[in-house]
T-cell receptor
Framework: SQKIEQNSEALNIQEGKTATLTCNYTNYSPAYLQWYRQDPGRGPVFLLLIRENEKEKRKERLKVTFDTTLKQSLFHITASQPADSATYLCALGGDSSYKLIFGSGTRLLVRP | DVKVTQSSRYLVKRTGEKVFLECVQDMDHENMFWYRQDPGLGLRLIYFSYDVKMKEKGDIPEGYSVSREKKERFSLILESASTNQTSMYLC???????????FGPGTRLLVL
């Protein structure tokens, strides 16, 4: 069955460093991948979408890569700030399917 | 500003009660979704709707039903609440298959 894995351990980094979060998947060929941010007690907020024919996408301090051979996406936050502390979720989607498959998320803690 | 609202942030119910969770979106989106989120399990799709009066089962529909009488409103019904339905419930909407998905703030349901 389809499986999506994100590191369940929290990532703890110093302010100003680059945070890199990983999303791996198996038994699936997604047409696109999305990243969301979720703060405690709140709903996820969409950040970025990357399609299968795109290698990299950027938005301000955020960068996402998508390697369909490795079945992996990396999510980078450069010049991280304490306000970036949150849980980050990746989600995979098919070509015409409305279903998104979500990972369980990785918690990021940015120390001042 | 786009908005998805949910009827309650917190809800406490007794085993066997019928529970209604309501979701309203103001973006005229075709597609609406109900998820539940549990620690370590990520977001799991309960039901989704791609049009008024149309619905499809997600991955965990047992014990739930839905209603979509108007385009902007999607209701989740727990016919007879059980303790294993204690969870965070998230509603979402989006227009197309590869579009941004917008989430509501979530309803934290406790079934005693």
């Amino acid at each position: 069955s389809q499986k999506i894995e994100q590191n369940s351990e929290a990532l703890n980094i110093q302010e100003g460093k680059t945070a890199t979060l990983t999303c791996n998947y198996t038994n699936y060929s997604p047409a696109y991948l999305q990243w969301y941010r979720q703060d405690p007690g709140r709903g996820p907020v969409f950040l970025l979408l990357i399609r299968e024919n795109e290698k990299e996408k950027r938005k301000e301090r955020l960068k996402v890569t998508f390697d369909t051979t490795l079945k992996q996406s990396l999510f980078h936050i450069t010049a991280s700030q304490p306000a970036d502390s949150a849980t980050y979720l990746c989600a995979l989607g098919g070509d015409s399917s409305y279903k998104l498959i979500f990972g369980s998320g990785t918690r990021l803690l940015v120390r001042p | 500003d786009v908005k998805v609202t949910q009827s309650s942030r917190y809800l406490v119910k007794r085993t066997g009660e019928k529970v209604f969770l309501e979701c309203v979106q103001d973006m005229d989106h075709e597609n609406m979704f109900w998820y539940r989120q549990d620690p370590g399990l990520g977001l799991r799709l309960i039901y989704f709707s791609y049009d008024v009066k149309m619905k499809e089962k997600g991955d965990i529909p047992e014990g739930y039903s839905v209603s979509r009488e108007k385009k902007e409103r999607f209701s989740l019904i727990l016919e007879s609440a059980s303790t294993n339905q204690t969870s965070m419930y998230l509603c979402a909407s989006r227009q197309g298959a590869q579009e941004t998905q917008y989430f509501g703030p979530g309803t934290r349901l406790l079934v005693l």
